[in-house]
């Protein structure tokens, strides 16, 4: 429950700065979540994440402004930070179809985007089943990518880094390392203050100079079964956990999460297994130095 409420307390800071630029930093320390599980919770909630929403609000704003005709156009870029009158125009064409000047002859064709508001709802469809399991720690080898919270909005940040390995044969090479159980690919993800970071690695004895190390410790996980394609299968799993299960799992929304791939991936199989890893308790990422 409290993720919607951090949501709705996101809408409210966007709405109350829509002629301030844009810092999803900001509005991440405004609601106390990490700008990553912020982007992806408003993104399941809310349909877009925090910046497409800033942006649709803030140019509906200005057509708002355009039709009523009581601002020069200079003055609307103005009064949404554009340096450049040229500038603005480019960008709400690029947003609604249609030019500044041609607002008033195309109204119709305007995007215009509405405040939103949530309203919790049931539904008869079956939830995804999950169990509770005490998991011991686990000493994962493999390779780590940091991504900004300026770069947080592409939905498929997992299967383009596992892609990239795979072309360059990582993943054939940390199988070679995968000595202990379980034999299967990790990917962990782990919320910063700025940004992300995911590191994908398999569980290993051996500690290679040329690869990174984490580790997993001792800690309790929700753990659902999945099947799908790779590129949706973990975003749908999301989409049900932070709509369906805000009053029933009291998972940690700022603290890291894992998803557990089979080694011989298809991005193109609708049945590839996948598991995905809430964590229950709070508890440190910690690094191997």
């Given amino acids: 429950m409290d993720v919607i409420k951090q949501i709705q307390q996101a809408i409210v800071y966007i709405e109350d700065h829509l002629l301030e630029p844009f810092h999803l930093q900001a509005l991440s320390d405004y609601v106390g979540l990490s700008p990553y599980h912020l982007d992806q919770s408003f993104k399941m909630i809310v349909g877009q994440s925090p910046t497409a929403y800033a942006r649709s609000r803030r140019m509906t704003l200005a057509a708002q402004d355009i039709i009523s005709g009581s601002s020069r156009l200079m003055d609307v870029a ?16 690029d947003f609604h179809g249609v030019s500044p000047i041609q607002v008033n002859t195309k109204r119709d064709e305007l995007k215009m985007q509405p405040r939103l508001y949530i309203k919790l709802s049931t539904t008869e469809k079956p939830p995804n089943a999950y169990r509770l399991e005490d998991t011991e720690g686990i000493s994962l080898v493999g390779y780590a990518k940091f991504i900004d919270s300026d770069h947080l909005e592409n939905p498929f940040k997992v299967p383009d880094f596992l892609e990239d390995l795979m072309e360059n044969g990582n ?9 202990v159980n379980p034999h299967e690919l990790f ?7 700025e940004g992300v970071e995911i590191f994908i690695g398999v569980p290993s ?9 984490r580790y997993l410790p001792d800690r309790q996980y929700a753990k659902f079964n999945l099947q799908g394609e790779l590129d949706y299968v973990v975003n749908e799993a999301w989409y049900y956990i932070e709509t369906s299960l ?3 799992l009291p998972y940690e929304h700022n603290s890291l999460y894992v998803e557990v791939y089979p080694f011989d991936i298809s991005f193109d199989d609708p049945f590839t297994k996948v598991q995905l890893w809430m964590p229950v308790d709070q508890e440190q990422y910690l690094n191997f130095d």
């Fill in 78 to 93: 103005k009064k949404y930070h554009y340096n450049d009158t040229n500038d603005f125009a480019n960008d709400f064409s």
């Fill in 171 to 179: 993943i054939k090479e940390l199988q070679r390392y995968n000595d």
């Fill in 187 to 193: 990917v962990v993800n782990c919320p910063l203050d």
């Fill in 205 to 213: 004895e051996r500690y290679p100079s040329h690869l990174e190390s």
């Fill in 246 to 248: 805000q009053m029933t």
